[in-house]
């Protein structure tokens, strides 16, 4: 299983980036995918996540602002970040539960980080 995320970057204030991740394996369904971030000197912690149903969860400190979406044949899923804060700049990582159709097993995956940095 390989994730990979892309869509980072330098903002300023109140500006907007969209985050993209595209999973891909040969015997894999996704189910749950999301994004974390970790800010510099902090723990990974969670901004949003998405079902295999369309249910999301939102950090509560983004709700309003960022808007999770997913193209489930593309197996990929997307953070649109509007009116962004500093408190935004972190690095954002993808993730996603996996379920492996030969082994009958799941599985918990992470992309490579995404830098976003919120500044003047």
């Known amino acids: 299983v390989q994730l990979q995320a892309s869509g980072g970057g330098l903002v300023q204030p109140g500006g907007s980036l969209r985050l993209s991740c595209q999973a891909s394996g040969d015997e894999e369904t996704f189910l749950t995918m999301g994004w974390y971030y970790q800010a510099p000197g902090k723990q990974r912690d969670l901004v949003a996540t998405?079902?295999?149903?369309?249910?999301?969860e939102y950090k509560d400190s983004v709700k309003g602002r960022f808007t999770i979406t997913r193209d489930y044949a593309k197996n990929e899923v997307y953070l649109q970040m509007n009116s962004l804060t500093p408190e935004d700049t972190g690095v954002y990582y993808c993730?996603?539960?996996?379920?492996?159709?030969?082994?009958?097993?799941?599985?918990?995956?992470w992309g490579q980080g995404t830098q976003v940095t919120v500044s003047s």
């Open positions: 998405i079902g295999s149903t369309g249910n999301t």
């Open positions: 993730n996603a539960d996996a379920w492996n159709r030969r082994w009958f097993k799941n599985s918990n995956h």
